[in-house]
């Protein structure tokens, strides 16, 4: 598995996109993680399958990223059952953020940093899986144009 963090320089139109498609798979994380809360059997590919066919639906999203979601939500939920901690009371975005955010002891400024901050934790990723039969992934590639490198990411509607 390869993982890699990096700074995306766009332009505006770009960067809406990118950040409205972040937002909507990082609800659909919360929303799958949700579903795998009430189910019985989480190693199911039935609740998977169903799960990920709910998440089309109801939040636009390619299959992929649909599958996506399913999967961080999934080790989102084993992560903290094998830490011992409840998975009821699991906070995207931090713990920590969103105690400081509760403290009425910070206001202006600050508290807007702190709010923005958690919200850039809670909304600001995107997660993508590929597999090696498809050779990679489809909606995030790696392309080299004219010797540079460029991260392709399908934003949806083939964009």
Known sequence: MLTLQ???ILDKKNKKKLLELMRVQSSAVRYAYNRLLGSNNLKSLDT????TK?????????????QSAVIKAKSILLSSTERNQNPRKVIFGGR????????????????EKLKELWQERR?????SVGNKRAKGNNNTRFELENNSL??????GSRE
């Open 54 to 66: 709910e998440l089309q639906k109801v939040f636009r999203l390619n299959a992929k990223y649909s």
């Open 96 to 111: 920590d953020l969103f105690e400081k955010l509760q403290r009425r002891n910070i206001n202006g400024k600050q508290r």
């Open 48 to 51: 998977f399958n169903n799960i």
């Open 6 to 8: 990096c700074k995306l």
């Open 123 to 127: 909304k600001g990723s995107l997660y």
């Open 150 to 155: 460029y991260l392709k990411i399908n934003t």
